[in-house]
Nanobody, 115 residues
Framework: QVQLAESGGGLVQPGGSLRLSCAAS????????MGWYRQAPGKQRELVAR???????NYVDSVKGRFTISRDGAQNTVYLQMNSLKPEDTAVYYC?????????WGQGTQVTVSS
């Protein structure tokens, strides 16, 4: 089993920055793939960014150049640095991990971008 604990959400003005963190725990070795999804009200959950254990990253087009995903492999921790935030980035952000073929999710953290 994998447990994911997120932190770092909050309220920020447009153009501001936030850093999300997600720590994985449980009886696990290195997690192959970790990432961040988000879900805005009335919309489907979408992939924001993901990173492999080897450091390969993928981003949804709308956040390229503004968000950076990174991870501490030894600690199975993943981070999402979000810069130049826009109101359309407002959503609940969920940490995701794929381990031994199963998906695991965090509880979600609210990010609100508003003046």
């Amino acid at each position: 089993q994998v447990q994911l604990a997120e932190s770092g959400g909050g309220l920020v003005q447009p153009g501001g920055s936030l850093r999300l963190s997600c720590a994985a725990s449980g009886t696990i070795f290195s997690i192959n793939l970790m990432g961040w999804y988000r879900q805005a009200p009335g919309k489907q959950r979408e992939l924001v960014a993901r990173i492999t254990s080897g450091g390969t990253t993928n981003y949804v087009d709308s956040v390229k150049g503004r968000f950076t995903i990174s991870r501490d492999g030894a600690q199975n921790t993943v981070y999402l640095q979000m810069n130049s935030l826009k109101p359309e980035d407002t959503a609940v952000y969920y940490c995701n991990a794929i381990y031994s073929g199963a998906h695991y999710w965090g509880q979600g953290t609210q990010v609100t971008v508003s003046s």
